[in-house]
């Protein structure tokens, strides 16, 4: 069965740095997202992006996210400086594009600000 | 605002007992409804979904939810848990189109007691 798939598993990087984080969406899904859960909290959306543009956003979202689909297959999420409130775990999603809408959702990505 | 609530932050069953796991939520329209599992070190599986139709849905292992829009209601329940549902569900309502963000409760983590 088809399913997203996100690397790396786990991150760690300094505060200040830049990370990218990946992800392989379901082949023939049109829509793709971006959420985080930080520790002991609830699921957040980020940002949706269809035909190579940001569809809908958060208030999280803000200018040190961006996002991209550099090829055919990989859409990634970049935090250009990271913070210690970063920290969380960051799922991709992708969804197919027709009325009955369903989100699929990858493994995520811990990431570890310090 | 929109919300989800799931009332139940821990619930610990009996393995071969029932399980009922509650959500509410609060939709202007009427929204597209989810549960989802994460088990440790996984992603978020959908479970089942409700988009119309008959309030009843059936899902994957086992599980059935009921969608109850007088009671702005979306249960999951299980006649007879296994120790293998031991994980956090998360209950999620979207809107009727693709691209746009779900809104996640806060997870109830289930324990499953031999």
């Known amino acids: 069965e088809p399913e997203v798939t996100q690397t790396p598993s786990h991150q760690v990087t300094q505060m200040g740095q830049e990370v990218i984080l990946r992800c392989v969406p379901i082949?023939?899904?049109?829509?793709f997202y971006w959420y985080r859960q930080i520790l002991g909290q609830k699921v957040e959306f980020l940002v949706s992006?269809?035909?190579?543009?940001?569809?809908?956003k958060s208030e999280i979202f803000d200018d040190q996210f961006s996002v991209e689909r550099p090829d055919g297959s990989n859409f990634t999420l970049k935090i250009r400086s990271t913070k210690l409130e970063d920290s969380a775990m960051y799922f991709c999603a992708s969804s197919e594009g027709s009325l009955s809408e369903t989100q699929y959702f990858g493994p995520g990505t811990r990431l570890l600000v310090l | 605002a929109q919300s989800v609530t799931q009332p139940d932050i821990h619930i610990t069953v009996s393995e071969g007992a029932s399980l009922e796991l509650r959500c509410n939520y609060s939709?202007?329209?009427?929204?597209?409804l989810f549960w989802y599992v994460q088990s440790p070190g996984q992603g978020l599986q959908l479970l089942l979904k409700?988009?119309?139709?008959?309030?009843l849905v059936q899902g994957i292992k086992g599980f059935e939810a009921e969608f109850k829009r007088s009671q702005s209601s979306f249960n999951l329940r299980k006649p007879s848990v296994h120790w293998s549902d031991a994980a956090e569900y998360f209950c999620a309502v979207g809107p009727n189109q693709a691209g746009t963000a779900l809104i996640f409760g806060k997870g109830t983590t289930l324990s499953v007691s031999s």
């Open positions: 082949s023939n899904h049109l829509y």
């Open positions: 992006f269809y035909n190579n543009e940001i569809s809908e």
């Open positions: 409700y988009f119309s139709g008959d309030t």
């Open positions: 939709y202007g329209a009427t929204p597209y």
